[in-house]
């Protein structure tokens, strides 16, 4: 057990969408209130298909339809939660969106394509920072 009372192998999972631009060489970041940078997507509930689950998150983040995700993971990853330390683990899948013509909320007050290079000019959440190591297409 950690200062959480959480078991050491326990892990929030988080599923997350990697929207590629027409190039295939940047990805879209969302800006939180908080200032702080992220993937689209958030916390698979226990039971709940990752599609529908995806979709779901994308709609209420961002307000915008999701037309295609990948059968398959793209990336899974491993890092801390930057709110308390906790565990998290992502899972995530290639997406495309129908367009980004997105409504504003407090989980997404700006979204952007950016490069490995750009994004790491900008205040991310600890999970992108371990994605951008990995992030190769």
């Known amino acids: 057990m950690n200062k959480h009372n959480i078991p050491e192998c326990y892990y929030r999972i988080s599923v997350k969408a990697l929207v590629l631009d027409e190039t295939r060489t940047k990805f879209l970041l969302i800006k939180e209130e908080n200032g702080l940078w992220e993937l689209p997507g958030g916390g698979l509930d226990h039971g709940m ?11 209420e983040e961002m307000g915008l339809e999701t037309t295609w995700i990948a059968d398959a993971p793209s990336y899974f990853l491993t890092s801390r939660r930057n709110s308390d330390g906790s565990p998290n683990a992502n899972i995530i899948y290639e997406t495309k969106l129908k367009d980004l013509d997105f409504t504003p909320s407090d989980e997404c007050v700006e979204l952007r394509f950016v490069s490995v290079e750009e994004a790491g000019e900008l205040e991310l959440f600890d999970n992108v920072k371990v994605f951008l190591e990995m992030f190769k297409i």
């Open 49 to 59: 298909a990752v599609d529908e689950e995806l979709k779901r998150e994308i709609r």
